[in-house]
Antibody, heavy 121, light 109 residues
């Protein structure tokens, strides 16, 4: 069964750090581009970051550039998001998602259940 | 660049058809045939409904169709059913970036 499971969310103070993880199963993880996408409470979806199948190509949304770092470990079938200098506006459910055909720009065909990140003092 | 523009809400009666528009720019929707649409029910993860502008993933009802003209993409749902009531988001690749629309709440009357 194709599945993505996020973990690592929680409550953190402004300026703090958090590392999210996404465990993939049921497909050849190393063949696919992966992304993080977030959704603030009651708001719409916002794309956060992309990483290519090998990890050699990485993109970020302007809102997180310089603060967040995406990475992956294909041997562990895992995707990560290191979030530093967190702000209240980073409060959201964070989803990991698979790019459908394994290439840049593809639609997101598999989503995790999401992990909640709350930035508050 | 900013999010793609969608109407905040649309509504229709069971059996009717509705169309949700998604307006971008020549840098995203207008430049790439990589518009996708997602359905999201409350408290659930989004579900892919349309990819590459007009293609349906396996398992998605043929009542859902997509199209594009210039900088505007559209999602049409025909034969509305109660279970179609949800939020719908468009999404477009923009070369080294990706943008979502603000979302459209579909109400089935």
């Amino acid at each position: 069964q194709v599945q993505l499971v996020e973990s690592g969310g929680g409550l953190v103070k402004p300026g703090g750090s958090l590392r999210l993880s996404c465990a993939a199963s049921g497909f050849t993880f190393s063949d696919y581009y992966m992304s993080w996408i977030r959704q603030a409470p009651g708001k719409g979806l916002e794309w956060v970051s992309y990483i290519s199948s090998s990890g050699s190509t990485i993109y970020y949304a302007d809102s997180v550039k310089g603060r967040f770092t995406i990475s992956r470990d294909n041997a562990k079938n895992s995707l990560y998001l290191q979030m530093n200098s967190l702000r209240a506006e980073d409060t959201a459910v964070y989803y990991c998602a698979r790019a459908a055909a394994g290439t840049e720009g593809d639609a997101f065909d598999i989503w995790g259940q999401g992990t909640m990140v709350t930035v508050s003092s | 660049q900013s999010a793609l523009t969608q109407p905040a809400s649309v509504s229709g009666s069971p059996g009717q058809s509705i169309t949700i528009s998604c307006t971008g720019t020549s840098s995203d929707v207008g430049s790439y045939n990589l518009v996708s649409w997602y359905q999201q029910h409350p408290g659930k993860a989004p579900k892919l409904m349309i990819y590459e502008g007009s293609k349906r993933p396996s398992g998605v009802s043929n009542r859902f169709s997509g199209s594009k003209s210039g900088n505007t993409a559209s999602l049409t749902i025909s034969g509305l059913q109660a279970e179609d009531e949800a939020d719908y988001y468009c999404c477009s690749y923009a070369g080294s970036s990706t943008f979502f629309g603000g979302g459209t709440k579909l109400t089935v009357l």
